[in-house]
Antibody
Framework: QVLLVESGGGVVQPGRSLRLSCAAS????????MHWVRQAPGKGLEWVAF????????YYADSVKGRFTISRDNSKNTMFLQMDSLRAEDTAVYFC??????????WGQGTLVTVSS | EVVLTQSPATLSLSPGERATLSCRAS??????LAWYQQKPGQAPRLLIY???NRATDIPARFSGSGSGTDFTLTISSLEPEDFAVYFC??????????FGGGTKVEIK
């Protein structure tokens, strides 16, 4: 079955960097576009970034543009989110999700990122 | 950016009752709208896409309707496992892909 497993979250100081990973299995990863979606504690969902199946195109929410970079390694069935210049407002659970017509079909369990001094 | 407004914020119902959740878009999104269910500590789950299509393995008690700016998610008869938070999401105009603020369906 489809399995998405995020990792790399933790506590980081403002202005520092963190790299999240999303390991995929149970489907042909290289054929699917992928997304990152986040959820601040007790809040709603916010789309963060999107990458095409071959990695050729990438899109970002304005709130993270210029600070976050989405990428993927299809040979390792893994997607990444490089987060630089982190801010307190980036504190959230970060989910990776598979793309289905610009909806989010399968989700990982999420990894918590806390930005705090 | 398309803003999605969900109502009510909280819906208090008993098992077996019918739940009707609303999602209103700030501009027309045609039928490019999805619904998700999220339980505490879990990831969201896709329920409905393109306004009225049930996702894989979603029970028939969940149905979606609407087009343009007004959408409804209906749960025909609430089961105990249906008490959760529900979000709508549009894909008509992006980036960004946007979500509504959510409706919590709680046990009365």
């Amino acid at each position: 079955q489809v399995l998405l497993v995020e990792s790399g979250g933790g506590v980081v100081q403002p202005g520092r960097s963190l790299r999240l990973s999303c390991a995929a299995s149970g489907f042909t990863f290289s054929r699917y576009a992928m997304h990152w979606v986040r959820q601040a504690p007790g809040k709603g969902l916010e789309w963060v970034a999107f990458i095409w199946s071959d990695g050729s195109n990438k899109y970002y929410a304005d709130s993270v543009k210029g600070r976050f970079t989405i990428s993927r390694d299809n040979s390792k069935n893994t997607m990444f989110l490089q987060m630089d210049s982190l801010r307190a407002e980036d504190t959230a659970v970060y989910f990776c999700a598979s793309h289905k017509g610009y909806y989010f079909e399968y989700w990982g369990q999420g990894t918590l990122v806390t930005v705090s001094s | 950016e398309v803003v999605l407004t969900q109502s009510p914020a909280t819906l208090s119902l008993s098992p077996g009752e019918r739940a009707t959740l609303s999602c209103r878009a700030s501009q027309s999104v045609s039928t490019y709208l999805a619904w998700y269910q999220q339980k505490p500590g879990q990831a969201p789950r896709l329920l409905i896409y393109d306004a009225s299509n049930r996702a894989t393995d979603i029970p028939a008690r969940f149905s979606g309707s609407g087009s343009g700016t007004d959408f409804t998610l209906t749960i025909s008869s609430l089961e105990p496992e249906d008490f959760a938070v529900y979000f709508c999401q549009q894909r008509s105009s992006w980036p960004p892909l946007t979500f509504g603020g959510g409706t919590k369906v709680e046990i009365k």
